[in-house]
Structures are given as structure tokens and as C-alpha cells.
């Protein structure tokens, strides 16, 4: 409520261009995780971090990463990685095992089952991905929105 006092605070005001674009990322920002972990504890019994991670083994030499570049290579923060590694772990979906060449590091496998439920969830997951954002973009402006995001996720961390 704006107030008539020239002592009170005065509060910053982003233009409506800088609020619009604001507002889009936040709304995304929010809606598309929870989108994201339905879809995909529907179709594989897994969430996104989970997903993340099976995928980031997937690709890895072995299938296996050290813990710490796991966590880079799925964009969740350390702590985050390792819980949901451990959930994974449980199931019988990754194996923790010693790194031979330094015993205070954790390497993280993926298990045959492991791979069974990532190849499982990605065509769904895929689908969501065309259905909810990348479906009505043109090549250009999907790596616009690419090229603008990957300036952004610098500045977030993960940690």
C-alpha cells in the first residue's frame, strides 16, 4: 500500500518488460518440476533428480562417476545428489562403490535395473519436454532460449 511518509522505504520497481520475463521464469521455475516428477513417477517410479542422475550415468564412461561429478553433471547440488543416490541405491537402480585410486571418493554405477528404468521414463519424458515447452518453438528460438539460460544457470549454483 503506498503510503504518503517520507521516511518510509522506498521499494524497487523492476519495468514491465523485466517484470513479464520475471514472472515467466518464476512460473516455470515452479510448475515445471512438479510436472516433471509426475510424469516421471508415473511412468518409471522415479523423480527428475533421480532421472538426472541415471542419465548423467548413462552417459559416463563404466557407467560410473565419482559422487562430486555426478552431482555437476546432473545440476543438483552435492547434499541433494547424494540422498537421491541413496533412494536409488535402495532400489537396486545404482551401486556405490570405493574409487580404487582414492579411498575417501565414492564412484556411483549404474545397475542393469538402473538402466532398464531410465530407458523406460525417457520416451514419456521426452513427450512431456515437446508437449509443455520445446514442441511450438522454432530451431531459432529454441537456441535463443538455450543461449539466454545458459547464462543464467552460471549464477544459480548448485550448491
Known sequence: MPTDDPAAPRVPRMDPVHARAWRALVAVGEQ???????????DA???NV???ILGALVSAPGSTLRMGALAERSLFSTPRTSKAVTRLQK?????RISCAGDGRA???HLTR????TYLRATPPHIELARDTILGDLTD????????LLDRVIPRLGTD
Open 140 to 147: 531459432e528460438e529454441l537456441t535463443t532460449l538455450a543461449d
Open 45 to 47: 517410479g522415479i523423480i
Open 106 to 108: 565414492i564412484n556411483v
Open 50 to 52: 533421480e532421472y538426472a
Open 91 to 95: 532400489r537396486g537402480l545404482v551401486e
Open 113 to 116: 535395473e538402473g538402466l532398464r
Open 32 to 42: 515445471l518440476p512438479t510436472r516433471l516428477d509426475a510424469q516421471l513417477t508415473n
